[in-house]
């Protein structure tokens, strides 16, 4: 009879071992597993233990395989691909849903819509799409698919651009009118007390951008002398802006649907296209198969174009 649990080392220092051995360095499998570079090296050394062989030759910060590491590596990489195999093939029968994962507001007022279009569509499967603001929740390998926000520098994951950041002063209708009644000056030329107030929001990120963010970006220093309104986030300032309550900064891709239902409207010409976009990343080397890629290519057939409204 077999003994598995005696005969082997626990399944997960395989993992670790593979994924070091495949990169030869702790610090990428570290990265690909989210986990510390020292998890990394004591389960590896434990693993070394348990075995009674050196499986890695460390030579300073240079990484290379011993003859035994070499066996154990390919080995244990086509085991694994095995065991994942066969647990796709019966959780596959039990649910075939795509795990896509997305921020508050993307999955707001991007990503619900277009999901409702895609289950409309022929090419229609079961998506249970995870909304989060905590960045560990979204980049993770459990889902399938992630939208983010960066530069397209991920490591563990690749990125494929949705669409580029586009920021602009936008706001309903009447506070449109009201601007343009009042004067026929650019926005940012107004007189206090002309100026309705900015919705605002806290920067949790360093790569946010925020009122004061963009008007020292566009070099408007008036922009501090205008009142503010704090929101609770992001998308709050959308919803006050849509009630009437001021001006919020447009992410002109992610509320194209609004700006065309004239919900909101820009009140500004002036844009600033950031550094960073938004990005559908999946796992890297894993590229997107079924009913994954069906999803990820409708995402990328129906990107938005930033409205020149």
Request: glycine content about 6%; aromatic content about 8%.
């Amino acid at each position: 009879m077999k003994n598995y649990r005696k005969n082997l080392p626990p399944l997960d220092s395989l993992m670790f071992f593979e994924a070091a051995a495949r990169r030869l360095s702790f610090t990428g499998a570290a990265t690909e597993l989210f986990v510390s570079q020292t998890a990394v090296s004591k389960r590896i050394h434990q693993l070394e233990e348990y075995l009674g062989i050196q499986l890695f030759i460390r030579n300073g910060r240079a990484l290379s395989l011993s003859d035994e590491g070499k066996q154990l590596r390919d080995k244990s990489a086509m085991a694994l691909d095995y065991l994942e195999s066969a647990v796709l093939s019966i959780s596959a029968r039990k649910s075939e849903a795509v795990r896509i994962a997305a921020n508050s507001a993307v999955s707001m007022f991007w990503l619900s819509p277009r999901l409702k279009l895609f289950g409309l569509s022929d090419n229609a499967c079961s998506v249970n799409l995870m909304t989060s603001d905590i960045t560990s929740d979204l980049i993770t390998i459990e889902n399938d698919l992630t939208i983010v926000y960066g530069d397209g520098t991920l490591p563990g994951f690749d990125c494929i651009l949705l669409f580029p950041e586009q920021l602009a002063p936008v706001a309903a209708p009447k506070i449109a009118e009201k601007l343009q009644k009042s004067s026929n000056r650019d926005l940012f030329s107004l007189h206090i007390e002309e100026r309705p107030n900015l919705l605002n929001y806290s920067r949790v990120g360093p790569d946010w951008i925020n009122w004061e963010v963009w008007g020292h970006s566009m070099q408007i220093p008036e922009l501090s002398d205008w009142p503010q309104v704090m929101c609770k986030t992001y998308t709050h300032t959308i919803g006050r802006a849509i009630e009437g309550e001021g001006i919020a900064l447009g992410s002109l891709s992610l509320i194209q649907d609004e700006i065309k239902s004239e919900q909101l409207v820009r009140v500004s010409p002036l844009t600033l296209t950031s550094t960073k976009g938004y990005y559908v990343a999946y796992p890297e080397g894993k590229q997107p198969q079924g009913a994954i890629k069906l999803l990820f290519d409708f995402l990328l057939k129906y990107p938005p174009q930033a409205s020149e409204k």
